[in-house]
C-alpha cells in the first residue's frame, strides 16, 4: 500500500523566501506530525495534528514556520523568509490514532538555504 | 522534559556478527513506549521495533531484540547475524502520552564484510 508521501524531495531556496513543504498522510491516519532533522542529528517534533486540529505547535521554531491540515489529510508546513539556520531534512509522519499507534514516516524534504 | 541519549555515534560490525546499540532515557513517567529506528541513507525513518513500558518481557522481532531495564532507564537493541543491509543510522525514541517522540542523536552501523 502507499506510505507517507512528501514533496518536493529537495528544496533549494534563497535566504529570505518563503517555501512550502507538502505532506500526503497514509489514508485514513488520523495524527499527523512534523520534525526537522539537522544535518548529523535526531529529529527535533516540530507539531502535531489529529484530524485538521493543530493539538501542539510548541516545537515550531519560531513564528516563521506555520503548519496546517485543512481538511484533515494532507498537509502544508510554510516557512517564511527563510533563514539559513532553516536548512534542514523535514519528516512528515503519520499514524492510524492516538495512543501508541506508531509513526509511519515519509523520506522528507531536504531543504537548502543559501 | 524527556531527553534520550545515545552514547555512541559510530559502530562497526563484521556481517554474520551481532552488534549492542546503546540508549538511555529520563523520565518521570511510568507509562511510555520506546522504540528503535533505522534510518538508510533514503531518509526514510523504518521502525524496527517497539518496547511498552509496562511490559516486562523485552521484545523480538526476528533478528533484532531489546534488552529494557526500565530501573535503569536502559533500552538497548541487538542485531543478531548482521547483514549488509543493516547499515544504516539508528534512532532510539521515547513516546509517552501518545504524542510525540523524542530522538536521540543517533548511531551509525556500519557493517564489514
Known amino acids: 500500500g502507499a506510505g507517507v508521501s512528501q514533496s518536493p524531495r529537495y528544496k533549494v531556496a534563497k535566504r529570505g523566501q518563503d517555501v512550502a513543504l507538502r505532506c500526503d498522510p497514509i489514508?485514513?491516519?488520523?495524527?499527523l506530525f512534523w520534525y526537522q532533522q539537522a544535518l548529523g542529528q535526531g529529529p527535533e517534533f516540530l507539531t502535531y495534528f489529529q484530524n485538521e486540529a493543530q493539538l501542539d505547535k510548541s516545537g515550531l521554531p519560531s513564528d516563521r514556520f506555520f503548519a496546517e491540515r485543512p481538511e484533515g489529510s494532507v498537509s502544508t508546513l510554510k516557512i517564511q523568509r527563510t533563514q539559513q539556520e532553516d536548512s534542514a531534512v523535514y519528516l512528515c509522519?503519520?499514524?492510524?490514532?492516538?495512543?501508541?499507534?506508531?509513526?509511519?514516516f515519509g523520506d522528507g524534504t531536504r531543504l537548502s538555504i543559501l | 522534559a524527556q531527553t534520550v541519549t545515545q552514547s555512541q555515534p559510530e559502530m562497526s560490525v563484521q556481517e554474520a556478527e551481532t552488534v549492542t546499540l546503546s540508549c538511555t532515557y529520563d523520565t518521570s513517567e511510568s507509562d511510555y513506549y520506546l522504540f528503535w529506528y533505522k534510518q538508510p541513507p533514503s531518509r526514510q525513518m523504518i521502525l524496527v521495533i517497539r518496547q511498552e513500558a509496562y511490559k516486562q518481557q523485552n521484545a523480538t522481532e526476528n533478528r533484532f531484540s531489546v534488552n529494557f531495564q526500565k530501573a535503569a532507564k536502559s533500552f538497548s537493541l541487538k542485531i543478531s547475524d548482521s547483514q549488509l543491509g543493516d547499515a544504516a543510522m539508528y534512532f532510539c525514541a521515547y513516546n509517552n502520552a501518545g504524542n510525540m517522540l523524542t530522538f536521540g542523536g543517533g548511531t551509525r552501523l556500519m557493517v564489514k564484510p
Open positions: 509522519a503519520s499514524s492510524l490514532g492516538g495512543g501508541y499507534q506508531p509513526q509511519h
Open positions: 489514508s485514513g491516519h488520523v495524527s
